[in-house]
Nanobody
Framework: QVQFVESGGGLVQTGGSLRLSCVAS????????IGWFRQAPGKEREGVAC????????YYADSVKGRFTISRDNAKKTAYLQMDSLKPEDTAVYYC??????WGSGSWNINGMDYWGIGTLVTVSS
């Protein structure tokens, strides 16, 4: 299938860290911006981070700025999300997809486009 495959989720205590990975399957993501998204139970999906295809510029939602770091390795067709200082409100299923990003209402708005994976569950215990 042509999609991203996410991994690295799990159960962690408040203040802990996790590193998520997503590997492109069936396509080459080099020319796409890649975004990480999350959806908590009963809530809308939220774009949390995006990395551009050309110069590696990084964009973050205010909710994760300073705690999460996105990166990519095109040779491995993989994007990463390093999550530090985790909080219970970070609990969600995390997905990656190709993405666009724009500035509006005082923050970066990260929008998912294509090649969605099935996600990986992150649970932060209090």
């Amino acid at each position: 299938q042509v999609q991203f495959v996410e991994s690295g989720g799990g159960l962690v205590q408040t203040g802990g860290s996790l590193r998520l990975s997503c590997v492109a399957s069936g396509f080459t993501p080099d020319n796409y911006a890649i975004g990480w998204f999350r959806q908590a139970p009963g809530k809308e999906r939220e774009g949390v981070a995006c990395i551009s295809s050309r110069d590696g510029s990084e964009y973050y939602a205010d909710s994760v700025k300073g705690r999460f770091t996105i990166s990519r390795d095109n040779a491995k067709k993989t994007a990463y999300l390093q999550m530090d200082s985790l909080k219970p409100e970070d609990t969600a299923v995390y997905y990656c997809a190709t993405a666009t990003v724009g500035w509006g209402s005082g923050s970066w708005n990260i929008n998912g486009m294509d090649y969605w994976g099935i996600g990986t569950l992150v649970t932060v215990s209090s």
